[in-house]
C-alpha cells in the first residue's frame, strides 16, 4: 500500500542545521592550495557556508520537492519515498523507474520528470534506502537488495507488470540487477554510467581502460575506500557537522560534472545546499555510506552471466569512461550506445533537457 507524502522537515531539525551552520570555522589550507588540488577549496567552503547561513531558503526547495505527487510506501520493513508521475501527453503512460546514487538524491530528477510526463511515461522515483526521504535499512543492504524492493514498488505497490529502468552511479548497480535478477518484468534498461570488471583474456584497448581507469580511482576514488571499509567513522564524524558533510561532497560535485573547474557552472550554491540538505534533514549521512559497505558482502555471482534485457548507454563527457563496446557485448545486449555532448556524473540535474531525450528516445522503441 502507498500514502499520500508532502515533505514538511520538523522545525527542530531545521534550527539544529542552522545553528551548526552558523557556528562552523573553516580552517586553514596550504599557502599552494590553488584549483582544488588538494581537495574542497577552504576559501570557497568559507563563501558557501556564508551563503547557507545568511542567503539560503529552505522553504523555497521544500516546496520545488513538494511540486509532484509523490508517496511513501513501506517495503520490507522499511519507508520508501518516490515520485510517482503519470504521463501528461494522453493516453496510459509507459513507466519508467530512475534511480539517483551518492552524492545524489530524487533532486537530481526534478527537472527532467515533467520533461519524460509530456513524452508519455509514468515516472517513478525512488529515494534509496537510507538516502533523501526515505526509511534507512538497520544494516547495510546492496544494489541486488534495493532491485527487489524496486521490483516489489512497481509490480506489487504501483501494479505495473512491465517496466524501463534508467540509473547512475548506485542507480546504475541497482538498474543492472533489476534487468538481471528480474528480467520477466524489465522490458529494457539504460544507464548514464557503466561499471566493469574484465574477465578472462582482456582485449588490448580494454587493457589500456583497465589501466587508466586504475590511475583515475587512485586519484579520485580514496573516499570510496572509506566508505566502503570504516563507514562509522566518517558517517559519525560527518553527521554532526553540515559545512563538514558539504566539504566531503562538494569536491566530488566539482570533480565529478561538467564544469570547466568552476563548481558554479554547473549548479549554484543554492542547488548544492538542497542536495546536503537532503541527507541532512532526515538524518541520512551515515546511513547513505553504507551501501558501500555491501560491496564487501556482494556474491560473485551477483556480476555473472549475460543480461537479456535490451540495453542502452549515453556517455555523457565528464562521467567516468566507460570500457570499450566490444568488451562490454558479453555482458549486455547493447542495442544503443551513445556519446552525449556535454554533461558529467550528475547527468539529468546538469543538463535534464539532454538527459530526458536521450532516455525518451531510446524508451521509445520498447513501448
Given at each position: 500500500?502507498?500514502?499520500?507524502?508532502?515533505?514538511?522537515?520538523?522545525?527542530?531539525?531545521?534550527?539544529?542545521?542552522?545553528?551548526?551552520?552558523?557556528?562552523?570555522?573553516?580552517?586553514?589550507?596550504?599557502?599552494?592550495?590553488?584549483?582544488?588540488?588538494?581537495?574542497?577549496?577552504?576559501?570557497?567552503?568559507?563563501?558557501?557556508?556564508?551563503?547557507?547561513?545568511?542567503?539560503?531558503?529552505?522553504?523555497?526547495?521544500?516546496?520545488?520537492?513538494?511540486?509532484?505527487?509523490?508517496?511513501?510506501?513501506?517495503?520490507?520493513?522499511?519507508?520508501?519515498?518516490?515520485?510517482?508521475?503519470?504521463?501528461?501527453?494522453?493516453?496510459?503512460?509507459?513507466?519508467?523507474?530512475?534511480?539517483?546514487?551518492?552524492?545524489?538524491?530524487?533532486?537530481?530528477?526534478?527537472?527532467?520528470?515533467?520533461?519524460?510526463?509530456?513524452?508519455?511515461y509514468d515516472v517513478v522515483v525512488p529515494s534509496l534506502p537510507g538516502y533523501g526521504f526515505s526509511g534507512r535499512p538497520p544494516r547495510p543492504i546492496g544494489a541486488s537488495d534495493i532491485a527487489r524492493m524496486w521490483r516489489t514498488l512497481m509490480v506489487d505497490v504501483l501494479g505495473y507488470r512491465r517496466f524501463g529502468a534508467q540509473g547512475g552511479d548506485w542507480g546504475a548497480s541497482v538498474t543492472t540487477a533489476l534487468a538481471r535478477e528480474h528480467g520477466d518484468v524489465v522490458g529494457a534498461f539504460h544507464l548514464n554510467y557503466l561499471a566493469h570488471s574484465p574477465r578472462g583474456e582482456m582485449l588490448p584497448e580494454e587493457a589500456e581502460w583497465l589501466r587508466q581507469s586504475r590511475r583515475r580511482f587512485r586519484e579520485v576514488g580514496s573516499y570510496s575506500q572509506q566508505?566502503?571499509?570504516?563507514?562509522?567513522?566518517?558517517?559519525?564524524?560527518?553527521?554532526?557537522?553540515?559545512?563538514?558533510?558539504?566539504?566531503?561532497?562538494?569536491?566530488?560535485?566539482?570533480?565529478?560534472?561538467?564544469?570547466?573547474?568552476?563548481?558554479?557552472?554547473?549548479?549554484?550554491?543554492?542547488?548544492?545546499?538542497t542536495s546536503v540538505m537532503t541527507y541532512l534533514v532526515g538524518d541520512?549521512?551515515?546511513?547513505?555510506?553504507?551501501?558501500?559497505?555491501?560491496?564487501?558482502?556482494?556474491?560473485?555471482?551477483?556480476?555473472?552471466?549475460?543480461?537479456?534485457?535490451?540495453?542502452?548507454?549515453?556517455?555523457?563527457?565528464?562521467?567516468?569512461q566507460p570500457p570499450p563496446r566490444a568488451a562490454v557485448e558479453s555482458r549486455f545486449n547493447i542495442v544503443h550506445w551513445q556519446a552525449m555532448p556535454k554533461g558529467g556524473h550528475f547527468a539529468a540535474w546538469e543538463e535534464p533537457e539532454l538527459f530526458a531525450g536521450e532516455v525518451a528516445g531510446f524508451f521509445d522503441r520498447w513501448r
Open positions: 500500500m502507498k500514502q499520500a507524502f508532502r515533505l514538511s522537515v520538523p522545525q527542530a531539525r531545521l534550527d539544529w542545521i542552522a545553528r551548526r551552520v552558523a557556528d562552523a570555522v573553516i580552517g586553514y589550507a596550504p599557502d599552494d592550495d590553488t584549483d582544488w588540488k588538494y581537495g574542497t577549496d577552504a576559501r570557497y567552503l568559507a563563501e558557501f557556508r556564508d551563503h547557507w547561513r545568511d542567503r539560503y531558503d529552505w522553504d523555497a526547495a521544500q516546496a520545488a520537492f513538494n511540486a509532484f505527487p509523490q508517496y511513501l510506501a513501506t517495503i520490507e520493513g522499511i519507508p520508501i519515498h518516490f515520485y510517482h508521475v503519470p504521463a501528461t501527453s494522453g493516453g496510459p503512460g509507459y513507466p519508467l523507474i530512475l534511480s539517483h546514487g551518492w552524492p545524489g538524491s530524487v533532486l537530481e530528477f526534478l527537472e527532467a520528470i515533467p520533461l519524460l510526463a509530456a513524452r508519455g566508505m566502503t571499509f570504516r563507514p562509522q567513522t566518517l558517517g559519525l564524524a560527518l553527521s554532526d557537522t553540515p559545512v563538514g558533510f558539504a566539504s566531503w561532497v562538494l569536491e566530488k560535485y566539482r570533480a565529478w560534472s561538467d564544469n570547466d573547474g568552476d563548481i558554479e557552472t554547473a549548479f549554484t550554491k543554492d542547488q548544492l545546499i541520512n549521512v551515515q546511513a547513505s555510506m553504507w551501501l558501500y559497505a555491501s560491496m564487501v558482502q556482494a556474491r560473485p555471482s551477483e556480476f555473472a552471466g549475460r543480461i537479456a534485457a535490451p540495453f542502452g548507454l549515453a556517455v555523457f563527457p565528464r562521467e567516468t
